[in-house]
């Protein structure tokens, strides 16, 4: 099994363009979520999803939105790329209660915005 | 609401001293509680978790933590440190059985833990 793969590993966008994060998962599981790690900060969710077709925001969903077509992939989406989008951006995925919530995390996408 | 502090930006330890990293958190109902690591460059691996079985966990490379209630803590540690420890550590939170927080994780700002010769 692959886990959890990202693509691609390091961007650099101008200010307004508009790019795709995909995020592949083949593990059969249900929920998925998309993370931006900052210096100092931690992990904040930015978008989530419970299933095919069902997404919804999480604590920073700004400027980002998310489709879920099918139980593998979760792409991220950026409209109009702005400076403070410049992160380190994690897919993951997991299961809820019973199988303990833990999440599998792919290895990243560091954006950089200019 | 949920939230997680990691007491300590930044650790350092000498090679074979003990490790602690210090994670306290606060959450409505029942915690399910994680740590992670994050090797440079790489994305986060599960070293441990909690939920709700035994409260002394012990996860991967010696590392173990133990879940105290009374103090809302659930610190990290490993008797020896290895300079192959270096890394930064995240603990997490979600809610437990019964919660509706679809599996989502409230992270800690991190510990970054340095190992001296």
């Known amino acids: 099994n692959a886990g959890v793969t990202q693509t691609p590993k390091f961007r650099i966008l101008k200010i307004g363009q508009s790019m795709t994060l995909q995020c592949t998962q083949d593990?059969?599981?249900?929920?998925m979520y998309w993370y931006r790690q900052d210096p100092g900060m931690g992990l904040k969710l930015i978008y989530y999803s419970v299933g095919a077709g069902i997404t919804d925001k999480g604590e920073v969903p700004n400027g980002y939105n998310v489709s879920r077509s099918t139980t593998e992939d979760f792409p991220l989406r950026l409209e109009l790329a702005a400076p403070s989008q410049t992160s380190v951006y994690f897919c993951?995925?997991?299961?809820?209660?019973?199988?303990?919530?833990?999440?599998?995390f792919g290895p990243g996408t560091r954006l950089t915005v200019l | 609401a949920q939230s997680v502090t990691q007491l300590g930006s930044h650790v350092s330890v000498s090679e074979g001293a003990l490790v602690l990293l210090r994670c306290n958190y606060s959450?409505?109902?029942?915690?399910?509680l994680f740590w992670y690591v994050q090797y440079p460059n790489q994305g986060l691996q599960l070293l441990l978790k909690?939920?709700?079985?035994?409260?002394l966990v012990k996860g991967i490379n010696d590392f173990e933590a133990e879940f105290k209630k009374s103090e809302t803590s659930f610190h990290l540690t490993k008797p020896s440190a290895h300079m192959s420890d270096a890394a930064e550590y995240f603990c997490?939170?979600?809610?437990?059985?019964?919660?509706?927080?679809?599996?989502?994780?409230?992270f800690g700002q991190g510990t970054i833990l340095t190992v001296h010769p």
């Open positions: 593990m059969n599981h249900n929920y």
């Open positions: 959450s409505s109902v029942p915690p399910y």
């Open positions: 997490a939170v979600s809610e437990g059985s019964g919660g509706t927080s679809y599996g989502k994780l409230t």
């Open positions: 993951a995925s997991g299961e809820d209660y019973p199988h303990g919530n833990e999440q599998f």
């Open positions: 909690y939920t709700s079985a035994a409260t």
